[in-house]
């Protein structure tokens, strides 16, 4: 069975903090996906970053970045100088490689403070 | 827009009325999704199509759930004699096929639903 674990329910910083929001995967599958999704007041749910388990390579993407690690099962994302329009529920999500649905963690709400 | 468009936003019912959403998916992708997402939770996955082929059904669809995609292209979600335990937002998302088994869902902006 897939499961994903994000600890951290609520994380409140102040505007230009670095946040890292935590994820912890399970999965039997050798080869599976994971993904952040971002989900910001308005509801709809805006995909991030997608990673192969067979690629561990970190990613950086502007003032985003994910840092991967097997060894652990974790799949940690950084944001960092943040800003306002960052506060949001973020979402880490795994999926098997036999097709099998997309499995969400409960999520992570941030606020950023001005 | 061409995104996924999802119909309608807010739904408010009586305990025991039937409701139906409707979902639009983007142009051209195969796969359609339908999660439902409560309040503090992350979605949850409730089936999902592929063209007008039904593929998989949680444990979380009850009897009184049915989908359908007739003409593989819209889908519908109804729920029968809700209950207040129905009460949340439904999520559609579609995919195309070469991201099928890999790629990232795109999805609506949900159909929130509370039953009174």
């Not at chain 2, 199509?49 to 009850?62: D, G, M, Y």
């Not at chain 2, 292209?73 to 088994?101: H, K, V, W």
């Amino acid at each position: 069975a897939q499961k994903v674990t994000q600890a951290q329910t609520e994380i409140s910083v102040v505007e230009k903090e670095d946040v890292t929001l935590d994820c912890v995967y399970e999965t039997r599958d050798t080869t599976y996906y994971l993904f952040w999704y971002k989900q910001p007041p308005s509801g709809e749910l805006v995909f991030l970053i997608r990673r192969n388990s067979f690629d561990e390579q970190n990613e950086i993407s502007g003032r985003y970045s994910w840092n991967f690690q097997k060894s652990t099962s974790s799949f940690n994302f950084t944001i960092t100088a943040s800003q306002v329009v960052d506060s949001a529920v973020y979402f880490c999500a795994l999926r098997g490689y036999t097709n099998t649905p997309l499995v969400f963690g409960k999520g992570t709400r941030l606020s950023v403070i001005a | 827009d061409t995104g996924v468009s999802q119909d309608p936003r807010h739904k408010i019912t009586k305990r025991g009325q039937n409701v139906t959403f409707r979902c639009d998916p983007i142009s051209e992708h195969n796969r359609l999704y339908w999660y439902r997402q409560t309040l503090g939770q992350g979605p949850e996955f409730l089936t999902y199509f592929q063209n007008e082929a039904q593929l998989e059904k949680s444990r979380l669809l009850s009897d009184r759930f049915s989908a359908e995609r007739p003409k593989g292209s819209f889908s519908t979600l109804e729920i029968q004699r809700t209950e207040q335990g129905d009460s949340a937002m439904y999520l559609c998302a579609s995919s195309p096929p070469r991201q099928g088994n890999t790629g990232e869902l795109f999805f609506g902006e949900g159909s929130r639903l509370t039953v009174l």
